[in-house]
């Protein structure tokens, strides 16, 4: 689909309604849902139209691109029943199949030889293959994939806050999303965790140092994900790592599979040790076509926009137009990334504009919003 967006600024009266921060602020619930809104009565498509007398202004906005962070799990346990073979074997086809515009990088834990301590955060701050255009660092991530092996304990909670630290140092724009891939739950090393007698064990000890580790994960996840701009966490693991852990972390990174996957903890993306290829190869191919953007850059400051008076208008490459509601359950529709700088399509709406090369997507300032109704 064609990469620019336009905006027309448009408003019952004779230029645009603009607003306050403050007051902007105060017509938003605490959800970010608009109430005040339009429903869209169930009578076909619609269109907000664009050529009204109150049409004043357009700006141009972009489709933002798509950044991807793999953290692989490395750990010893990763060596048996194949399964670093088989996340070698699913990474080299997913790189295989991107987009050379995509921008990918890799980060393992534990990090390996000769990177930096591997109990330290400040490590994972720098990926092994820093995040850059595929077209340029394709090779240098399958080699850096070839030539590494498992080893180690499973440093999961460094691993998550280098991540972190080193997307909120990111300068360059775009969709910020981690792959991370496990094969157990995490071990002690960066957390709070107490230091546990091994011989004899003291079990009651071990099992509290689990959940500390676990639950700190849960919290670098939590940051990650509410950031801004927000990081997006894929999640796929096998139930050594617990499916209630797992599935909490895709669930906090906004990555839910579906609506009420939190009831049957299974947010995440489930890895079978007897399956670990098949089952990894098909996660990856789906995170894939949900990691594409539909994200499109504003380029209007949120402070001086009615935020309840903004439409989306999508022109099919055929030439018909309809509007896009504004979905904040996010099923299929519009709404605003965090920050109110780009709005994103979800679901079908976001499906057809990706299958449609020729799709023009215009946003319309100063009409009621259109909700779903």
């Keep these: 689909m064609a990469g620019a967006l336009a905006l027309v600024a448009c408003s019952p009266a004779e230029s645009p309604t603009f607003t306050t921060r403050a007051d ?48 692989l799990d490395r750990s010893g346990s990763m060596q048996e029943s194949g399964k670093w073979v088989a996340a070698q074997n699913g990474l080299r086809t997913l790189l295989g199949r991107l987009d050379g515009g995509i921008r990918v990088g890799l980060t393992m834990f534990p990090a390996p030889s000769g990177v930096g301590p591997a109990d330290r955060a400040a490590t994972y701050a720098s990926p092994v293959v820093p995040i850059e255009a595929l077209s340029a660092n394709r090779s ?4 850096t994939l070839s030539n ?14 280098g991540s972190r630290s080193y997307y909120d140092a990111f300068t360059m724009d775009g969709s910020r999303n981690v792959i991370l891939i496990t094969d157990g739950a995490p071990t002690s090393e960066c957390t709070t965790s107490p230091m ?6 003291d079990f009651a000890c071990l099992l509290a140092q689990s959940s500390v580790a676990s639950n700190e994960v849960r919290v670098s996840v939590a940051r990650g994900a509410r950031g ?12 050594d790592a617990s499916d209630t852990f797992l599935s909490d972390l895709a669930f906090t990174g906004n990555t839910s599979r579906t609506p009420d996957c ?3 903890t299974s947010c995440h993306y ?9 089952d990894l190869s098909r996660a990856l191919d789906d995170i894939r076509g949900r990691a594409v953007s539909c994200e499109f850059a504003v380029d209007a400051d949120p402070a001086r926009v009615d935020p309840t008076r903004v439409n989306v208008n999508v022109t099919a490459g055929g030439g018909a137009a309809t509007v896009v509601p504004r979905d904040v359950d996010h099923n299929n529709g519009w709404d605003y990334s965090p920050g109110m700088r780009s ?24 009409c009621p919003t259109i909700t779903p109704g």
């Design 270 to 278: 489930r890895l079978e040790t007897g399956s670990f290829e098949a």
């Design 262 to 264: 939190q009831r049957t």
């Design 343 to 366: 709005v994103v399509l979800h679901g079908p709406a976001c499906d057809r504009v990706l299958a449609d090369d020729g799709a023009q997507v215009r946003i319309v300032f100063g």
């Design 24 to 71: 902007a602020s105060a017509q938003l619930p605490a959800d970010g849902a608009v109430r005040d809104a339009i429903p869209i009565p169930d009578r076909g498509p619609m269109i907000i139209s664009e050529d009204a007398s109150c049409s004043t202004t357009t700006a141009d906005a972009r489709r933002l691109p798509v950044n991807l962070l793999i953290v």
């Design 148 to 161: 590494a092996s498992p080893s180690g304990n499973t440093p999961m909670y460094c691993a998550t806050e």
């Design 228 to 239: 801004t701009p927000p990081i997006r966490y894929f999640i796929a693991g096998t139930p």
């Design 140 to 143: 240098r991530l399958l080699s």
């Design 196 to 201: 546990c007698q091994l011989l004899p064990p």
